[in-house]
């Protein structure tokens, strides 16, 4: 059964130890969620222009 727990209950170490689960550093591993995307439309480019002028420097550098 999964249990939910809260993310202040638990640090990146101890989920690291009892996941079980391995850092994966290959930038090719979950090559699905990078290609064959779609072009953005004009209303998604403007909520991004939008989100940008409303919040400067939230966004980091991932909407150019």
Same mark, same amino acid.
């Given at each position: 059964?999964?249990?939910?727990? #809260?993310?202040?209950?638990?640090?990146?170490?101890?989920?690291?130890?009892?996941?079980?689960?391995?850092?994966?550093?290959?930038?090719?591993?979950?090559?699905?969620?990078?290609?064959?995307?779609?072009?953005?439309?004009?209303?998604?480019? #403007?909520?991004?222009?939008?989100?940008?002028?409303?919040?400067?420097?939230?966004?980091?550098?991932?909407?150019?």
């Amino acid at each position: 059964m999964v249990k939910t727990i #809260q993310v202040r209950d638990i640090s990146v170490y101890e989920l690291k130890e009892k996941s079980g689960l391995p850092v994966i550093k290959d930038t090719d591993y979950f090559r699905e969620g990078t290609e064959n995307l779609l072009a953005l439309t004009d209303g998604e480019k #403007q909520a991004i222009a939008f989100a940008s002028v409303s919040a400067p420097g939230k966004l980091g550098n991932c909407c150019g």
